[in-house]
Each structure stands twice: as C-alpha cells, then as structure tokens.
T-cell receptor, first 112, second 116 residues
C-alpha cells in the first residue's frame, strides 16, 4: 500500500526566502505526482504535475522535482511572498490509475 | 467559465438522516472522484468513476453511495450508516485514464458537512 509523507507539517519563513517542501512515497511504481495548494476552507488548486518519466516541472517561481528511485519529490518556492501562505499537498497516482494517495500537507506561513 | 461546482457549501445533518452532496463539472472530463478531508489531514478517496454508469469504491466507501448517470454529475450520498460523517468533502475530476497525461486532477470548492 502506497504511503505518502510530507515533512515538516508546518513551516514559517520570512518574506523573500527560498524554500523547499518535501514529499516522500513508499512505492516507486507511480504514474505521476501532483502538487496542490489549499487555502483555509477551500478546495485544492493544482500547481504542478510531474509524469513518471519526467525529472522536474517549472511554473513561475515554483519548481517541482521527482526522483522515483528514492521515492522523493520536492517543491521549490523562490522568493517567497505572504500570498504563498497556504497548505501544500502532494498526491501520488499509482498503477491503479483511478486512485491517488495524498500526503497530510505542509502548512506554510510567509511573514512580511 | 469551465470548472467544478459543489453544493451546498455548508450542510448540517441530524443523526439518522441521509444527505446528498452535489458535484457538477463542465470540463468534459470522463473521470470524477470524491474525497473526504478531516482536520489537519490529507485527502482520502471515497469513490471514483471512470465513465458514465460505472464507479468503484475507494479506501473509505463504507456508509457512502454514489451514482454516475450523466458525464457532468457525480452526486455523493452520505447515509446514516456512516458513523462519523462530519468532514470536508471534495469532488475532483480528470480528463480520463487513457494515457498518463490525462491524469491531472482538478478540484471543486468543497462541502463542509456537520452532524448535529
């Protein structure tokens, strides 16, 4: 059974810092990995999707990497802003393509 | 605007009642999903549907039921058999399962269900 872990559970940084969020998974047989952002009381917003054959994806100040062999993905946020404050979740889709397994998320606070 | 809508935003249920949560999408996606989120936790899959008139149980299907009579709609019923239904419910869709590139999931705004 796939297990997804996100460490740390919470992170607080000053504005302008570059930061890395971590996502690890136990079964490397995946189709893709998706990073989401969730604001309090809201749905999830898709940030980046990395296919199993890819090593990284970039969108603006965000860069996500994938290392299947080690079961790890990182989300790099450059020049953080207070508006980046949210919970970030990763989700791994396995061989049963209908099912994704989510981590519990990392809650990021960016202080002005 | 294309997207996923969920209604109602807030729902209160008395013990013993069945309630139905609505999920509609106009993205022309084949696959739809229902997740449950408890405070401080990630999402757990309740049911998913790959195509009209077909659906499969997820990891926590007990006490829930779904139907998929139309491509655009995937309602979730929370029955009285669900022992602890208070949670945030999220509906999602993806273009389909044929090919990895179609598997990006998009989410609705959620329904918060509270049992009184």
């Amino acid at each position: 059974k796939q297990e997804v872990t996100q460490i740390p559970a919470a992170l607080s940084v000053p504005e302008g810092e570059n930061l890395v969020l971590n996502c690890s998974f136990t079964d490397s047989a995946i189709y893709n990995l998706q990073w989401f952002r969730q604001d309090p009381g809201k749905g999830l917003t898709s940030l980046l999707l990395i296919q199993s054959s890819q090593r990284e994806q970039t969108s603006g100040r965000l860069n996500a990497s994938l290392d299947k062999s080690s079961g790890r993905s990182t989300l790099y946020i450059a020049a953080s802003q207070p508006g980046d404050s949210a919970t970030y979740l990763c989700a791994v889709r396995g061989p049963n393509a209908g099912k994704s397994t989510f981590g519990d998320g990392t809650t990021l606070t960016v202080k002005p | 605007d294309g997207g996923i809508t969920q209604s109602p935003k807030y729902l209160f249920r008395k013990e013993g009642q069945n309630v139905t949560l609505s999920c509609e999408q106009n993205l022309n996606h084949d696959a739809m999903y229902w997740y449950r989120q408890d405070p401080g936790q990630g999402l757990r899959l309740i049911y998913y549907s790959q195509i009209v008139n077909d659906f499969q149980k997820g990891d926590i299907a007990e006490g829930y039921s779904v139907s998929r009579e139309k491509k655009e709609s995937f309602p979730l019923t929370v029955t009285s058999a669900q022992k602890n239904p208070t949670a945030f419910y999220l509906c999602a869709s993806s273009k389909g399962l044929a090919g990895v590139s179609y598997n990006e999931q998009f989410f609705g705004p959620g329904t918060r269900l509270t049992v009184l």
